[in-house]
C-alpha cells in the first residue's frame, strides 16, 4: 500500500470516528461518496480496509445486513486486519462476545497486515474499542485503564483523544463501582448534574443512612423527599446568603447543588449518629468567638449552612475545590456524590 493510499484510509479513518461520536446525516453521505471513489484501487489490503470502515459506516447508517456484507469481503481480501477487528466486534449483539474478539485479537497479535512495519499499528485502536465495551460492561477500571493505554499509543490520531476522552473520564470517575452495582446506581453516578430524586435514589440504594426514616420500608424517592423536608434534612432553599427561609419549598425535580448537599449529608450524618448537637457545633462555637470570621471564604458566617458545610467539610466528606472556597452553588456529579456517601456511611 503506497503513501498516498495510506493518508486516504487516515482521512477516512477520522471521518467515520468523528461521525460515530456526532452523526450528521449530511456528512455520511458525503463520506460514502468518498468511499465509492476510492474503489477502484487495485490493492487488496487497501480494499480490505475500506470495506472494513465501509461496514463501520453502514453500522452508522442502521444498514446492518450491508455491514455484514462489506465484513466479509475484508475478511475475505485480508485476514488480519485491525479495522474488521474492531467491526466484527461491533456486529456482535452480546457485550461479551464483542470483549472476546478483542481479546482475541489483541492476545495473538494477529491484526496488522498494510505491509508498513508500523510497531503496534491497529493496537491503539482497538484498545479504543476495548474500553468502549468494558465501560458499557461496567468494567469502570479496566476500562479507563483501555483508554489510557489507547491514548498513549495514539498521539498521531488526536481525533481518537478528542472523541474519547469524556468516555475516560467517566470510566475513572465510576471505577469504584463493581460490574454488579445496580444499574440505576451506575446510570445516576454518571451524571453531571442530580436532582432531589436522584439523590435520594442513590442514598436509599447504596446505603442505610435513611433507615431512621424508611424502617426497611421500600418507599420511593418522592416519598423519602417529602417527609424529610417535612423534617428539614432537605434545606427551603439552597442559597447559603439568605438568613432566613423564603416561603416558597423545593421540589424533588430540582437540581441539587454543593449547598444542598453538606446541608443533607450532615442532618444525616447528625441523626445516624444520634448527635442532634452537630447540627449547631460550629456556629455555636463561633458565635463565643470575638470578631470571628468564617474559615471559609465564601461560606458567611451567620448562613444557616455554615455548620453543614463546615462539618462535611471538616470530616472530608466534601472539599473545598481550591483551597479557599466552597463553591456553594455549583452541581454535584453522581460520582462524586456517591463517593460522598461511601465516606459518611
Not at 476510492?38 to 442502521?62: K, M, N, T, V
Request: glycine share 8%; charged share 25%; aromatic share 8%.
Amino acid at each position: 500500500m503506497d503513501e498516498s493510499s495510506k493518508a486516504d484510509l487516515f482521512d477516512l479513518e477520522e471521518k467515520i470516528v468523528n461521525l460515530e461520536s456526532a452523526p450528521v446525516s449530511g456528512a455520511m453521505a458525503e463520506t460514502r461518496k468518498t468511499i465509492s471513489g476510492l474503489s477502484g484501487i487495485p490493492d487488496d489490503i487497501f480494499q480490505a480496509y475500506l470495506s472494513a470502515w465501509s461496514g463501520r459506516l453502514y453500522i452508522l447508517e442502521g444498514k446492518i445486513d450491508e455491514a455484514g456484507r462489506e465484513l466479509k469481503k475484508s475478511r475475505t481480501l485480508s485476514q488480519g486486519n485491525w479495522v474488521s477487528v474492531i467491526l466484527a466486534s461491533r456486529m456482535e449483539l452480546s457485550m461479551p462476545a464483542s470483549l472476546k474478539i478483542l481479546e482475541d485479537a489483541l492476545s495473538t497479535g494477529r491484526y496488522s497486515d498494510t505491509g508498513g512495519g508500523v510497531d503496534n499499528e491497529g493496537t491503539g485502536e482497538i484498545q479504543i474499542e476495548k474500553g468502549r465495551v468494558l465501560l458499557a460492561l461496567n468494567r469502570f477500571t479496566e476500562a479507563a485503564a483501555s483508554f489510557d493505554l489507547a491514548f498513549g499509543l495514539l498521539t498521531d490520531k488526536p481525533f481518537y483523544r478528542d472523541n474519547y476522552l469524556a468516555a475516560r473520564n467517566r470510566a475513572w470517575e465510576l471505577r469504584n463501582l463493581g460490574g454488579d452495582t445496580n444499574a440505576r446506581t451506575v446510570e445516576i453516578a454518571g451524571r453531571d448534574g442530580m436532582t432531589w430524586r436522584d439523590l435520594l435514589d442513590i442514598t436509599k440504594t447504596e446505603t442505610d443512612l435513611l433507615r431512621f426514616l424508611t424502617a426497611g420500608q421500600d418507599w420511593t424517592p418522592d416519598e423519602i423527599f417529602r417527609r424529610l423536608l417535612d423534617r428539614s434534612f432537605i434545606p427551603a432553599t439552597q442559597d447559603i446568603t439568605l438568613t432566613e427561609w423564603p416561603a416558597g419549598q423545593p421540589g424533588p425535580d430540582d437540581i441539587v447543588l454543593r449547598s444542598g448537599t453538606a446541608w443533607l449529608l450532615w442532618h444525616l450524618y447528625a441523626e445516624n449518629r444520634a448527635s442532634r448537637g452537630l447540627l449547631s457545633r460550629y456556629s455555636s462555637r463561633y458565635a463565643n468567638m470575638p470578631g470571628a470570621k468564617s474559615p471559609i471564604t465564601d461560606l458567611p458566617l451567620l448562613s444557616p449552612f455554615f455548620d453543614s458545610i463546615l462539618g462535611c467539610v471538616e470530616l472530608e466528606f466534601m472539599n473545598l475545590p481550591d483551597g479557599k472556597n466552597f463553591v456553594p452553588a455549583e452541581p454535584v456529579k453522581g460520582s462524586v456524590f456517591l463517593t460522598m456517601l461511601k465516606k459518611l456511611n
